[in-house]
C-alpha cells in the first residue's frame, strides 16, 4: 500500500481515464520489462471481504476473462481465488517456482488524502502490501498500479470496511480495460520485432 515517487496519476472520473492511464501503463511497462523478463503476471492483491480491499480480486476477475487469449501472461488474485495476507508469501514463491523469469505487475488498494480518492497511480519497481494497515508484508512486483479507495490515517479498517464498491468497481474496470489494452499494444510491438529480425 506504499509506492515511490517515480509514477504516472489518473483520477478514474477524468475524460478518457481508462486511455490516459493505459498510456501511462504501457510507458511503465516499457521501461521496466526486459530481456531477463518473458512471462507476464498481473498480481492482484486484497481481499473480497472488505469492500475498499476488493480492488484487486475485483481487478482479477475481470482481468481473468479476457487475458485468457494472450500467451504467457497469468493473473494471480480473483475473487474466487484472492491473494491476500495470508497467503501472499505462498503465492509470491509459487509465481517463482511456476513460471519462466516472472514479470510481476502488483495491483492493490491504498487509502490516501481525502482529495485524491478515485485516483490510480503507475510506478517502477515493488510495492508493499498491507502497510496502510501496519501490515508487515513482502515487497512485491517489478512494477505496481495503486487505487485509492478512501481516506487515510485513522481507523483504517473501518475505513476499507465503508467505501463505496461503486467507486471500487469503476477503479477494477478502469484498471482491467488499461492493462488489457496496453498489454494489447505491448505484445503486438513484441511480436513484431521477433518478425522483423526471423526476416533480417
Not at 469492500?51 to 504467457?72: A, C, E, I
Not at 505462498?90 to 519462466?100: D, L, P, R, V
Not at 505487475?105 to 510506478?123: E, H, P, Q
Request: hydrophobic fraction near 35%.
Amino acid at each position: 500500500m506504499t509506492s515511490n515517487n517515480s509514477n504516472s496519476t489518473i483520477n478514474i472520473n477524468s475524460p478518457l481515464a481508462t486511455s490516459y492511464f493505459s498510456n501511462m501503463f504501457l510507458s511503465h511497462l516499457k521501461n521496466s520489462y526486459t530481456n531477463e523478463h518473458d512471462e507476464i503476471i498481473i498480481l492482484c492483491i486484497g481481499t473480497d471481504r472488505s469492500t475498499g480491499d476488493s480492488l484487486g480480486p475485483l481487478t482479477g476477475y475481470k482481468m481473468q476473462k479476457v487475458l485468457s487469449r494472450f500467451k504467457n501472461v497469468y493473473v494471480y488474485g480473483t475473487l474466487n481465488d484472492p491473494v491476500h495476507a495470508k497467503n501472499l508469501e505462498e503465492n509470491i514463491k509459487k509465481i517463482y517456482s511456476s513460471h519462466k523469469k516472472p514479470f510481476i505487475i502488483a495491483i492493490d488498494a491504498c487509502l490516501g488524502k481525502v482529495d485524491r480518492v478515485g485516483y490510480l497511480t503507475v510506478s517502477h519497481g515493488p510495492i508493499k502490501p498491507g502497510a496502510g494497515v501496519k501490515k508487515n508484508l513482502p515487497l512485491v512486483g517489478d512494477m505496481h498500479i495503486t487505487g485509492i479507495v478512501n481516506l487515510g490515517g485513522f481507523m483504517e479498517y473501518i475505513v476499507l470496511q465503508n467505501t463505496r464498491l461503486s467507486l471500487v468497481m469503476n477503479m477494477a474496470e478502469t484498471i482491467s480495460s488499461a492493462i488489457y489494452l496496453g498489454l494489447w499494444k505491448f505484445i503486438r510491438e513484441i511480436d513484431a520485432k521477433k518478425e522483423q529480425f526471423n526476416l533480417s
